[in-house]
């Protein structure tokens, strides 16, 4: 056991010296995108498509859209690169805010 410590206390400092590690994003922040939620509202009542939710992404500036039905469970944690659009049982648009 004696033998063992020295050889630990040579091993240390090499852990200490690894790569630094990519900086994680501040509340599921992606660099280069953040949502806005300003002028949403115009897309309220429309036919929930894929050309719908690219052109929403691109209105609010989000790299992502989250479509929740009705029902649905979501996760609670905001992220600031994401667009979250709710629809109703005929798949309409009834909300959309940023999170």
Same mark, same amino acid.
């Given at each position: 056991?004696? +033998?063992?410590?020295? /050889?630990?206390?040579?091993? /240390?400092?090499a ?10 994003? $501040? =509340? ?6 953040? !949502? =806005?939620?300003? *002028?949403?509202?115009?897309? $309220?009542?429309r ?10 992404? =691109?209105?609010?500036?989000? +790299?992502? $859209?989250?479509? @929740?039905?009705? *029902? ?7 992220r600031?690169? =994401?667009?979250? @659009?709710? @629809?109703?049982? *005929?798949?309409? $648009?009834?909300?959309?805010? !940023? *999170?």
């Open positions: 056991m004696r +033998k063992a410590i020295p /050889l630990l206390t040579m091993a /240390l400092p852990c200490a010296a690894a790569a630094p590690q990519p900086e994680i994003p $501040v =509340r599921g922040a992606t660099p280069g995108f953040t !949502c =806005r939620s300003q *002028g949403l509202e115009r897309f $309220v009542g036919a929930a498509t894929a050309e719908l939710g690219a052109e929403m992404r =691109r209105a609010s500036g989000a +790299k992502t $859209v989250r479509w @929740v039905p009705p *029902g649905s469970m979501i996760t609670m944690e905001y600031e690169d =994401r667009l979250t @659009v709710r @629809v109703d049982a *005929g798949n309409r $648009v009834i909300a959309a805010n !940023c *999170g």
